[in-house]
């Protein structure tokens, strides 16, 4: 069983930043994805950005130019680096894991039944 865990959100500014982390326990396989949903008040929850255990990755349209995904050391851990956050960019943010290559898990992993969730964490951008 994998567990994750998220921390780092909060309340910024639009035009600020903030990092999320998620740290992920338990078995991890040898060829797993690690990344980022979010669910925005009333809406779906949606990929955001996702890596895979080879360093690949995949964004979301909207926060290619803004967000960056990265691994830990240890590639039990990944981070979400996000700059000059929006006010659309208000959510709850999931971590998420399963396996597969980057590309194949940001549209797969839009399954709730496939894959691990952490419990989100709140990201609140105000003007």
């Known amino acids: 069983q994998v567990q994750l865990a998220e921390s780092g959100g909060g309340s910024v500014q639009a035009g600020g930043s903030l990092r999320l982390s998620c740290v992920a326990s338990?078995?991890?396989?040898?060829?797993?994805?690690l990344g980022w949903f979010r669910q925005a008040p009333g809406k779906e929850r949606v990929p955001v950005a996702i890596?895979?255990?080879?360093?690949?990755?995949s964004y979301a349209d909207s926060v290619k130019d803004r967000f960056a995904i990265s691994q830990g050391n240890d590639k039990n851990s990944v981070h979400l680096q996000m700059n000059n956050l929006k006010l659309e960019d208000t959510a709850v943010y999931y971590c998420r894991a399963g396996r597969g290559i980057a590309s194949f898990c940001f549209s797969n992993l839009r399954r709730a039944d496939i894959g691990h969730w952490g419990q989100g964490t709140q990201v609140t951008v105000s003007s």
């Open positions: 890596i895979d255990s080879d360093g690949s990755t």
């Open positions: 338990g078995y991890i396989f040898s060829s797993y994805c």
